[in-house]
């Protein structure tokens, strides 16, 4: 089955400092969509990318899907605490009787030290 | 309602109990997920509805747990005979089929 693999699984970071996840999927993905969960949170919906080699940005987040559409990054720019929490990424199974099922990568998970 | 609902938001329960969590989710949404997070830890899937479509199950851990989805609307999910490594926040997501998936709140589950 569809496999969406992200790292790095940990990320500390120094306040000020940029950061970057990437996600990989074993298919080529519809589109690929990026969440955010606070912690003690719930997982919400940052953006979803539909075009191959598109970028989009939302301030200091800079979300990007490549050419083939099986992978995707996150890069955050002067990170903030704010910025604390676990980003997933996350795509949708093309086929099959689980059509349109999300499968979402294992997360990484953002430290920021202030 | 406005978003995805879930309850109780909070269950402690003896092993060996049966429990009993709740999805309401956004009205319309076709599509229903369970997952469940330890803690520090990913999103496990556990079951996937899609419409009138025979659910995808194959993220159950075990056969104590179940799941079912009535009238193409609220979720329940069911595990029987608790167990401790059953303790975990489970989270209960609904979509459109290509659409983003709204999370509820979670109903953290303790065995004691």
Redesign the interface.
């Given at each position: 089955?569809q496999q969406v693999m992200q790292i790095p699984q940990y990320q500390h970071v120094q306040e000020g400092e940029d950061f970057t996840t990437y996600c990989n999927s074993s298919t080529t993905l519809?589109?690929i969509?990026w969440?955010k969960q606070r912690p003690g949170g719930?997982?919400?919906?940052l953006i979803?990318l539909v075009k191959s080699g598109e970028v989009k940005k939302q301030k200091r987040l800079t979300f990007q899907f490549g050419e083939a559409k099986k992978n995707s990054s996150l890069h955050i720019t002067a990170t903030q605490t704010t910025d604390v929490g676990?980003y997933?990424c996350?795509g949708?199974t093309a086929g099959g009787?689980?059509?349109?099922?999300?499968?979402?990568?294992?997360?990484t998970?953002l430290t920021v030290h202030p | 309602g406005a978003g995805v609902s879930q309850s109780p938001s909070n269950k402690v329960t003896e092993k060996g109990k049966d429990v009993e969590l709740r999805c309401d989710p956004i009205s319309g949404h076709t599509?229903l997920?369970w997952?469940r997070q330890s803690l520090?830890q990913?999103?496990e899937?556990l079951i996937?509805f899609?419409g009138n479509?025979?659910p995808?199950k194959?993220g159950l851990p075990s056969d104590r747990f179940s799941a079912e989805r009535t009238g193409g609307s609220v979720s329940t999910l069911t595990i029987q005979r608790t167990q401790q490594e059953d303790s975990a926040v489970y989270?209960c997501?609904s979509?459109l089929?290509?659409g983003?998936?709204?999370?509820?709140?979670?109903t953290r589950l303790t065995v004691v």
């Open positions: 089955g519809s589109n969509q969440y719930h997982p919400v919906f979803q676990t997933f996350a949708p009787t689980s059509y349109g099922k999300l499968t979402f990568g294992q997360g998970i | 599509a997920y997952y520090g990913g999103l899937f996937y899609q479509s025979a995808d194959s989270l997501a979509s089929r290509w983003q998936a709204f999370f509820g709140q979670g």
